[in-house]
């Protein structure tokens, strides 16, 4: 960034930053890739092909077919027969995750870890003398693709949401920059739904309302938005505008990774619930899987018409392995609660007791599910 591109046009007084948010391509699937020369250019995904099995991460190849992450395993083979599945190995990642994050600490004192594949490096103080976060950025991808094989790519902006959105604007292997003066004019042309933090249900109730890009919720002021979205309002008054002024926060120990869903209408048979239930458990599994998490104790969470909430949990002796795990660790204390004598409002999962060094994600804003619903990390 040049010199004119320090500090953030729509409150001048915010602080100055220069934010570069690296973001791996398609991780999981490219190491994979990259280690078995067989599966390159083939769709691939990575996790369990069994009834209950989840995509923990797809290949590009793969991800024409429209095969995601958390995607049902089942649901992902009958879009795309010829997709190929693999076994996660957690460990490989977590090392080559520890090798790129050694990089970023060449760069930057402030690296604030998502997940084994994406970070938040604050390089206002230009440590590596390179004269620009631009610049940067570009070291830090070469380096990325010289010393791992894989490629990156980048988002340099002034702030955190903005940088974000860049990183993903020219994936895989992309670099864009928005530097200050271009920021709401950059987030104005997007869709809401590729906003980071609107979810599914909250887009849905945006365009409803006529709301389909930044532009659009640009357009309207704090009172509108306090009546149709409340607390929310101010949150995205500012996005609609290119505002954020969360710093980069080096990472903490994750002490425990979680979502919960809220229904519009209660759930009372016991296979609405354990329908629910299996749709949490897939959201928190794929959360997991991208920090490289793996937790001995599972919480479920029931909140119940009348607002009573309980929780019940249940600690194992090896860490839970993959999406079936936990949807099998869930339904076993789920089991003796059923059936419910009141509709359930609420339920939740919870992993925690980790094993090994995973981290901590900033909530940058709830995490929604497809049903309306608010997923939050806990």
Not at 341 to 352: A, D, F, P, W, Y
Request: hydrophobic letters at 40%; a positive charge.
């Amino acid at each position: 960034m040049s010199s004119n591109e320090d500090g953030d046009d729509p409150a001048p007084e915010a602080p100055v930053r220069k934010i570069i948010h690296v973001d791996m391509d398609a991780f999981f699937a490219s190491v994979e890739q990259r280690d078995n020369v067989a599966l390159r250019g083939k769709p691939v995904a990575v996790g369990g092909s069994s009834r209950r099995g989840v995509v923990a991460a797809a290949s590009y190849e793969a991800r024409k077919f429209g095969v995601r992450s958390a995607m049902p395993s089942v649901t992902a083979k009958r879009q795309c027969p010829d997709l190929i599945f693999v076994p996660h190995r957690f460990e490989v990642y977590r090392e080559i995750s520890q090798q790129i994050r050694a990089i970023f600490r060449d760069y930057a004192d402030e690296v604030e870890p998502l997940s084994l594949d994406e970070a938040y490096l604050d390089v206002s103080s230009d440590k590596a003398g390179l004269g620009s976060a631009t610049a940067t950025a570009r070291e830090i991808r070469a380096r990325i693709r010289a010393e791992t094989g894989l490629t990156a790519s980048a988002g340099v902006s002034y702030n955190k949401f903005i940088a974000k959105l860049a990183s993903d604007q020219n994936k895989p292997d992309g670099l864009t920059v928005i530097p200050p003066g271009k920021g709401a004019a950059f987030v104005q042309t997007l869709s809401i739904r590729r906003f980071h933090g609107i979810g599914p249900v909250t887009a849905a109730k945006m365009e409803g309302l006529g709301i389909y890009s930044g532009a659009d919720l640009a357009a309207k002021d704090r009172t509108w938005l306090a009546r149709h979205f409340g607390n929310s309002a101010e949150w995205l008054y500012n996005l609609a505008r290119g505002i954020d002024h969360r710093r980069v926060k080096s990472h903490r120990p994750l002490k425990s990774l979680g979502g919960e869903r809220t229904f519009f209408n209660d759930l009372v048979s016991d296979g609405e619930i354990e329908e629910a239930l299996a749709h949490v458990c897939t959201v928190v599994w794929d959360r997991a899987a991208k920090k490289g998490a793996r937790g001995r104790t599972v919480t479920l969470k029931l909140r119940y018409a009348d607002f009573r909430t309980i929780t019940r949990a249940r600690s194992f002796p090896r860490p839970i392995e993959d999406g079936a795990a936990l949807l099998a660790a869930a339904q076993a204390i789920l089991a003796p609660l059923l059936p419910v004598e009141q509709g359930v409002r609420l339920l939740g999962v919870t992993l925690s007791k980790f094993e090994g060094a995973a981290e901590r994600q900033e909530a940058e804003a709830p995490a929604e599910d497809a049903a309306g619903d608010l997923l939050s990390l806990i």
